[in-house]
């Protein structure tokens, strides 16, 4: 194995029992071989499919299926006279994170976040890019894993609620592509330097480091500024976003399971934040 670059953050005692206790509900081959059909099957698996695809005895999963849910590995729920087995989808961002900090490849966050490609400008957002910022924020609304909203909101509510000097667009030949922007988190004063932030990229452009772009620019005016804290929360479904942030600096603060609806569906989120170097 090769040394890393960087040596990875101490591991704290409680940290370290949570995730032995992740790491000891897995160590059953029949219990790691059900958590893979649930995870890989959309919409879950009944106790009687889980049967069939495992060759064993439904007690013997009906126990397994405990133990995982205890541990927060997966989700039952009744559909009609059959139990409903579905992956719990905030594991998918706290386990993976769970083996990187035990192996040390959580190391210490770099203080300025990695620039994005050459052909990406990101200015102020300015009056004509709002047509463009609203299209881009509905398309993500509409894949259903952006935010809570539903509708974009109006221009009007957004200029209202954005903290000025620090919403920008990422532009690619003249096009608006992208755009990222900061609210603050509270109006008492204490809080001053707190803002949850956003980042959208335009579909048709994700995967070119738009993103990457954008929270440089976030994150280094956010420091100019004396913003303190930075904070955004994100479904646990949304990969390349969680991705995006931890390299940008955010940690992963927990997750606040079903902390609100979309759709009549609870949905947990990931609670990320960044603190600034001067603090």
């Not at 509708?151 to 609620?161: E, G, I, R, W, Y």
């Not at 988190?185 to 995967?207: D, I, L, M, N, P």
């Not at 913003?227 to 994100?234: C, D, E, G, V």
């Not at 955010?250 to 600034?276: F, M, N, Q």
């Amino acid at each position: 194995m090769s040394t890393p670059i960087a040596a990875s953050s101490p591991l704290l005692p409680e940290d370290a029992d949570r995730y032995a206790r992740w790491f000891a509900c897995l160590a059953e081959p029949v219990r790691v071989r059900l958590l893979h059909a649930v995870a890989a099957t959309p919409g879950g698996l009944t106790v009687g499919a889980l049967t069939e695809v495992l060759g064993v005895g439904q007690s013997t999963v009906s126990h397994h299926i405990r133990t995982l849910a205890k541990a927060g590995f997966v989700n039952v729920r009744k559909e009609r006279t059959a139990t409903v087995v579905t992956v719990n989808a905030a594991c998918s961002a706290a386990f993976p994170q769970a083996a990187d900090a035990v192996m040390g490849l959580l190391g210490p966050r770099s203080a300025t976040p990695v620039t994005g490609p050459d052909d990406v400008r990101v200015r102020a957002l300015a009056e004509p890019d709002w047509d463009a910022v609203l299209r881009i924020y509905a398309a993500g609304i509409a894949t259903g894993n952006a935010t809570f909203e539903t509708v974009a909101p109006s221009q009007k509510a957004l200029d209202a609620k954005w903290l000025p000097g620090h919403r920008w667009v990422a532009e690619i030949d003249g096009a608006v592509v992208g755009w990222t922007a900061s609210t603050p988190s509270s109006a008492r004063e204490c809080y001053a330097g707190v803002v949850e932030t956003s980042v959208y990229v335009a579909e048709c452009y994700r995967g070119r480091r738009i993103g990457t772009a954008l929270l440089h620019r976030q994150v280094t005016a956010a420091d100019e500024d004396g913003l303190w804290t930075l904070q955004t929360s994100i479904f646990p479904e949304n990969r390349a976003s969680l991705a995006l942030h931890h390299a940008a600096g955010y940690r992963t603060v927990g997750i606040r399971e079903r902390i609100a609806r979309r759709e009549g569906v609870w949905r947990d989120t990931v609670l990320l934040e960044r603190r600034s170097p001067s603090v």
